[in-house]
C-alpha cells in the first residue's frame, strides 16, 4: 500500500463514505485536531510519568482513534461499522480524576502551565483537547456527530488537567499559582 495517492493534491479529501471535501472542510479540521492531540498524548506517554498513568494514556489514544474514524465518517453515505465510545470510557476518565484528586492538595488558585516537560506537555495536550472540543461541538451544531463525543472531549481536557497536577505532585514540583494583580 502506497502511502501518497496523489487524490488531495487538489485540496480535497475523501470521507468515510467517499463523500469528497475540501481539507479545510469543519469535519476534517475536527478530526485533524483529534489527530493532533493524539500526538501530544504520545509525547506525555514518553515522558518519566507513572506506568499506570501510561496505560491510562494509551487507552485515551485508542478511544482517539475511535473518535477520529467517527468524526472521518460521512454520517449520510458511510456504511462502514466503526468502534463507538461507550459511556464506561468516560466514567473510567471520571473515575481516574477522582482517584488522582484524593492525593492532591486542594485547588485554591488557577494553575499557570508548566512546571517540567511532562506537566507541561499536559497542559498543551489539553488546550488542544479544548480546541478539538470546540471544532467539534460546532460540527454537531452543522451534521451528525455521535453524542459521546463530546462529553468524552471535555472530560479528558479535565483529566489532562488533573493529570498535570498530579505529576507534579508526584515529582514534588509546586504548582504555579496564578496570583492576579489587584
Known sequence: MKIYTKTGDKGYTSLIGGTRVPKHHLRIESYGTVDELNSYIGLIRDQDIAAHDKQVLKEVQDRL???????????????????????????????????????????????????????????????????????????????????????????????LFVLARKIGNDNKIAENQWIPRI
Open 65 to 159: 482513534f475511535t473518535i477520529g474514524s467517527s468524526l472521518a465518517s460521512d454520517p449520510e453515505k458511510s456504511k462502514m461499522i466503526i468502534p463507538d465510545l461507550h459511556q464506561a470510557d468516560i466514567e473510567s476518565l471520571e473515575k481516574e480524576m477522582d482517584a488522582m484528586n484524593e492525593n492532591l492538595p486542594e485547588l485554591r488558585h488557577f494553575i499557570l502551565p508548566g512546571g517540567n516537560n511532562a506537566i507541561s506537555f499536559c497542559h498543551i495536550a489539553r488546550c488542544v483537547c479544548r480546541r478539538a472540543e470546540r471544532l467539534s461541538v460546532h460540527l454537531s451544531e452543522q451534521s451528525q456527530v455521535e453524542g459521546k463525543v463530546n462529553i468524552y472531549l471535555n472530560r479528558l481536557s479535565d483529566y
